[in-house]
């Protein structure tokens, strides 16, 4: 909490003086608790950089997703790609995620019913990284970019996609930063 809004609720309970704002700053300023779990501003060290794709069908973002519960044919991941453009998503079970599997899902739902693209944004996951994958892209021209570590999912198509979070399984909530929000957080299970 910073000392405009210590301020402020201070002011709601009925209370005042003339220098009640300076006053909170400083409080706030030199108590330890309130500068350990005070909210970090989640602002990104440097500009993010904006992928812009300017054809349909030409930058696809691909990720492995799951283990999910056990569908028929013991498939329980899922690979998903997801064009920039026009946001059309194809999506495949698999038992395994292999790379051979990747391969497959790529000639068959990538380029054999939208054309060859110009680039594949995947993680750094294994299987699409693999050596097999990159001659596989090398034999098209198709330049394959891998999305930071920090932020694996290209640009969280994969996950959320445009209609919020997934059904398929309950959001939570992150951690906690102050004692009052983790006590009511254990209240609501």
């Avoid at 693999?130 to 001659?135: C, G, K, L, S, Y």
């Amino acid at each position: 909490m910073g000392g405009r809004s210590l301020a402020q609720k201070v002011m709601r309970l009925g209370c005042y003086w003339p220098c009640m704002r300076k006053d909170a700053v400083e409080l706030v300023r030199k108590c330890e608790k309130c500068q350990l779990f005070a909210k970090v501003p989640r602002m990104p060290a440097e500009e993010l950089n904006v992928i812009k794709a300017s054809w349909p069908f030409t930058m696809w973002g691909v990720d492995n997703i799951g283990p999910f519960p056990e569908a028929t044919g013991k498939r329980k991941y899922a690979i998903v790609a997801c064009d920039y453009f026009t946001k059309w998503v194809e999506a495949e079970p698999m038992a395994s995620i292999t790379k051979y599997a990747v391969k497959h899902f790529l000639w068959q739902n990538r380029l054999c019913r939208f054309g060859v693209p110009n680039v594949f944004i995947s993680d750094n996951g294994r299987q699409l990284q693999a050596e097999h994958i990159h001659n596989f892209c090398a034999k098209y021209h198709i330049k394959m970019i891998a999305s930071s570590v920090d932020h694996p999912q290209t640009n969280r198509l994969a996950s959320y996609g445009e209609s919020g979070p997934p059904v398929t399984q309950a959001q939570e909530r992150p951690y906690s930063t102050s004692p009052s929000e983790q006590k009511q957080s254990s209240r609501r299970k």
